[in-house]
């Protein structure tokens, strides 16, 4: 899915001579403006989902991950396992929270700083206090940043070693998480004598779910404001049908205007920003009801 294309006019079948740009009134400029970044700014969110699902597909591809943290690689590489493991989540876990940063963007630039506040208190901040493997893979996305690596091996088996993260020399992990890893490491070693290790595989799921979870709960949130926005672009075609172009080139059809870039920008009337906003809902939320029923078949817990 575009976003949006830039083509040469020495390419085309455009004479520039021969068009005449509309008169818009600062209103209706701003009812165009609304829906061709609201519109793109989506297109980008859905593509940066599509980078994070490339990346757990690039996982799978590579290894098979048993629930009981046992790895089994299914391609050649000349690096150990060690390596490739981390490459892999590391590019995962930072697409991951590239993601949640965008969605946040989005909400502050196109629906308002109360839209986004309100957004973290009942989605994101919900996930993250009620989730240990959310608020886990999301700070060592910053610890890989700084040059660590998160994933420990031992045993062909993965694990997240919260000794070595917490003994890592200069690196100042986030106060809430290192109290809470300190815990946790003490309960461990006082129940299991054992070094204190997070499970791998299940924390991977359950942090795909999270991840679901907050892009369905975003798509959600930003549907109201998306069928205003149409509505507001659909009376303005009511109220100046002229402003569709009619030639006999590829502008036909198209509503051609200037921006502050000095560029000539074309937007298609036809598009339908709704079915494309509900057609990512579904598939959203199909693939979050399959992963749900994944890990609760898989770790025998549920949510």
Not at 63 to 85: G, M, P, Q, S
Not at 144 to 168: E, S, W
Not at 237 to 255: Q, W
Request: glycine letters at 2%; one cysteine or more.
């Amino acid at each position: 899915m575009k976003t949006e294309e830039y083509i040469l006019v020495e390419n085309t079948d455009i004479d520039l001579d021969k068009i005449t740009i509309p008169d818009y009134t600062e209103d209706e400029m701003n009812v165009i403006k609304k829906l061709l970044e609201f519109t793109r700014h989506f297109q980008e969110i859905n593509q940066l989902y599509d980078v994070f699902n490339v990346n757990l597909h690039d996982i799978l591809i590579h290894y098979v991950l048993n629930a009981n943290d046992t790895i089994c690689r299914k391609t050649f590489f000349n690096e150990d396992d060690l390596i490739v493991i981390n490459a892999l989540i590391i590019n995962y876990i930072s697409s991951a929270k590239t993601l949640v940063e965008s969605i946040e963007i989005f909400l502050k630039q196109n629906l308002g700083e109360r839209f986004l506040n309100d957004f973290k208190d009942n989605c994101i901040s919900l996930i993250y206090d009620k989730y240990f493997s959310y608020r886990l893979l999301i700070r060592l996305r910053d610890y890989a940043q700084h040059g660590h690596l998160p994933v420990y091996i031992n045993d062909n088996k993965c694990c997240f070693d919260l000794n070595q993260i917490l003994n890592t020399p200069h690196y100042n992990h986030n106060k809430k998480i290192k109290n809470e890893i300190d815990k946790i490491s003490e309960d461990i070693e006082n129940k299991f004598r054992n070094n204190p290790r997070i499970v791998f595989t299940r924390s991977i799921a359950e942090f795909q779910i999270c991840i679901l979870e907050i892009y369905l709960k975003f798509i959600d949130q930003i549907r109201e404001t998306a069928l205003e926005i149409v509505e507001n672009f659909k009376n303005l075609l009511k109220n100046r049908p002229e402003i569709i172009y009619k030639s006999g080139d590829i502008l036909n059809g198209f509503i051609i205007f200037f921006m502050e870039d000095s560029d000539l920008h074309v937007l298609n009337p036809n598009d339908d920003s709704i079915k494309m906003i509900d057609d990512i809902r579904f598939k959203i939320k199909k693939r979050l009801s399959e992963e749900r029923k994944e890990f609760k078949k898989i770790f025998k817990k549920g949510r």
